[in-house]
């Protein structure tokens, strides 16, 4: 395009932009929450107790104290899920990132295992950190003063050229964050050879751990899922059956806010952070485990359940990408991804753009996950990927919504490139 044809685009998107502003939207698109219609799936939870009752398959009360890891019927459910066994597994409460900070808290304060040296006494502890990924991951390791190295994804994972050669050199370099299916926000499933060199990769630090975040394992968009290769037994092949804890949970198969998580790890693991969990709590939620395991029976319960979940999203997806396709398709000045399964589409725009996007999104009144959001320290190096969530709104409310954002990313687009002179 020429400094003709930008100025002329430009006058066009500033008229639509304006009316935007008129409408005085109040529209939200900062998370990845499940809409009203996903939580009704669920409901048959609060009459579960009532109908099979309140004790275990062995007789336990879950009304009472104990079962610290869990009742053997949870255990047995992720272990379907995760594809360990039951006793690799302990089940926490709603929020496997509760569990995700234990883990590392029990690390920093007494090591990862019993002949381990706490990381708190190492000089400095670091993290490798996939990026564009989960914010809160990253918040968490920032909350505990632990470095953060920014890892660039690729389309089978992160760069593992660059993962193996930090692992390798440094050993205080202690952990890397994985979401290895339907990343945050990417979409990207980890190929079978990025889980192999995960876990066979040799490591400066003999107390490494993959922190696995398989939080979108059964979230399937399509009736051709990805698949995901096992990790733990990738590392017990490796020689290195402690290096991996698996998180997963069903914040987004039931109720985010009420749920069950669940650890999945080596048993040494398992017994270790166990031990630490038990000066926490003399037992977890044993009804809510109950609950769940009487709703959603089993992993092809589960998988059944997850396709009336896609039902309800997969026309939302649809709506954002035929959206981005028409308004910036082979424009040259944004890209994004198509995943199959998950909570996110990733926006990639020109660099220098993203933060003027979701500053000129706000002012119209639509609110995105901050510019930044998905790297370590909030700060986007090339300041261009937006994370979108298309998850919550209802379809007439994401339309306007996406519509809008499509006009940002033009408006900051082409202002950007009359700037720089970057016309034809």
């Keep these: 395009m020429n400094q003709s044809d930008i100025q002329k685009a430009l006058n066009n998107l500033e008229e639509r932009y304006a009316k935007f502003k008129e409408m005085n939207l109040k529209l939200d698109m900062t998370r990845g929450r499940p809409c009203t219609e996903q939580l009704d799936l669920s409901n048959g939870l609060f009459s579960a107790i009532d109908k099979y009752g309140y004790k275990t398959e062995n007789g336990i009360d879950c009304r009472n104290y104990g079962g610290l890891e869990g ?19 302990i089940i926490g409460g709603n929020s496997s990132l509760n569990l995700m900070y234990d883990a590392i808290s029990i690390a920093l304060r007494f090591g990862t295992g019993p002949n381990s040296k706490p990381w708190s006494h190492y000089p400095k502890v670091k993290f490798l950190c996939p990026s564009p990924g989960y914010d809160r991951h990253f918040a968490m390791l920032e909350n505990f003063g632990i470095e953060m190295i920014a890892i660039d994804m690729k389309k089978d994972g992160p760069d593992m050229d660059a993962v193996e050669k930090l692992a390798a050199e440094d050993e205080g370099i202690k952990g890397i964050w994985c979401v290895p299916k339907y990343s945050n926000p990417d979409g990207i499933t980890y190929s079978d050879e990025t889980v192999d060199r995960l876990a066979g990769m040799k490591t400066a630090a003999d107390d490494f751990r993959i922190f696995y975040d398989n939080a979108y394992v059964v979230h399937h968009l399509t009736d051709n899922p990805d698949r995901l290769k096992n990790i733990m037994a990738s590392c017990k092949k490796a020689g290195n059956p402690d290096r991996v804890y698996i998180f997963s949970s069903t914040s987004k198969i039931t109720f985010p806010g009420s749920g069950i998580s669940a650890l999945a790890a080596s048993r040494s693991n398992i017994e270790f952070i166990k031990k630490h969990i038990s000066f926490q709590t003399i037992g977890p939620n044993k009804l809510n485990q109950l ?17 009336k979940h896609a039902a309800i999203l997969r026309p939302k997806f649809d709506l954002v990408l035929d959206t981005l396709e028409r308004e910036l398709g082979g424009k040259n000045i944004a890209w994004w991804n198509r995943p199959n399964g998950g909570y996110f589409i990733s926006l990639f725009t ?14 119209a009144g639509v609110s995105l996950t901050g510019a930044g959001a998905t790297y370590p320290y909030g700060k986007d190096p090339r300041d261009r990927n937006i994370r979108i969530a298309p998850t919550m709104p209802p379809l007439n409310e994401l339309k306007l919504a996406t519509e809008l954002l499509c006009i940002c990313v033009q408006l900051a687009s082409y202002r950007k490139m009359l700037e720089n002179g970057d016309c034809a």
């Design 71 to 89: 009742i053997p019927e949870a255990r047995r459910l992720f272990a379907q899920i995760l594809e360990v066994e039951p006793d690799e597994v």
């Design 291 to 307: 609950a769940h395991v009487h709703f959603l029976r089993d992993l092809k319960h589960i998988e059944e359940h997850m396709k």
């Design 350 to 363: 020109l660099d220098g753009c993203a933060k003027e996007v979701v500053k000129l999104a706000k002012e």
